[in-house]
């Protein structure tokens, strides 16, 4: 849990630089000589980073990582997403499935930062944090069967960068980041309701796939 402090206390120290140096410049006081001509208007205003709007997406995402008891898990994650743009910045919900070799769900809130929002290409900045939920059920609610495990519900965050590619409708996006999450197995060892847990906490590399629409 001290790593997942620390990991949210970095991107939010980060975004909260990057927050600075949004608009430096009073936009009333912007030279005409600078201005775009009317054929640059009408492209850049195809690109859907520069409407503020409600947003819906999917996503996928894989992440390979090492766990705290010296072994490796691989993650798939797909997740649905609902959110708010309001130009370079973005914010977002999340609710999906995940696998390892067992199933879980996770709920997560995302921050995107753009770099270049008025581009069709445009590299971003992005942190991530939420909870994620075993599907198994709690352990207490059932049967103490010798050796029945349970993982526990556990924290999450991740840190990264990426790119991002508009049309006039939808938005695709691929990134790579950083991710750590709170991973604990229980297991029932004994008929007297005796527990075994096993901190498999786990960090490692996360590569997403995405789309806006």
């Excluded at 991107?11 to 009333?28: H, L, M, Q, V, Y």
């Excluded at 352990?139 to 103490?144: D, M």
């Amino acid at each position: 849990m001290k790593k997942l402090m620390i990991i949210i206390l970095f991107f939010g120290i980060c975004f909260s630089a990057f927050g600075r140096t949004i608009n430096p410049i009073n936009n009333e006081n912007v030279s005409t000589i600078n201005s775009p001509d009317k054929t640059d208007d009408a492209e850049k205003e195809s690109i859907i980073r520069l409407q503020n709007k409600f947003i819906a997406g999917i996503e996928t995402s894989l992440n390979p990582s090492w766990t705290a008891d010296g072994g490796t898990m691989f993650r798939t994650l797909a997740n649905f997403r609902v959110g708010y743009r309001l130009k370079q910045n973005v914010l977002t919900g999340s609710i999906g499935v995940e696998f390892t070799d067992e199933m879980f769900i996770p709920f997560t809130i995302d921050y995107k930062y753009y770099m270049k929002y008025n581009q069709k290409w445009s590299p971003f900045i992005y942190g991530q944090t939420g909870y994620s939920w075993h599907l198994k059920g709690n352990i207490n609610s059932r049967y103490t069967t010798s050796n029945y495990k349970q993982i526990d519900p556990g924290a999450m965050a991740s840190v990264g960068f990426g790119y991002s590619v508009t049309t006039n409708l939808n938005e695709f996006y691929f990134s790579v980041g950083y991710v750590y999450r709170d991973y604990v197995e229980v297991t029932v060892i004994s008929s007297n309701d005796d527990k075994e847990h096993l901190d498999r906490s786990n960090n490692g590399i996360a590569f997403t796939v995405g789309l806006n629409f």
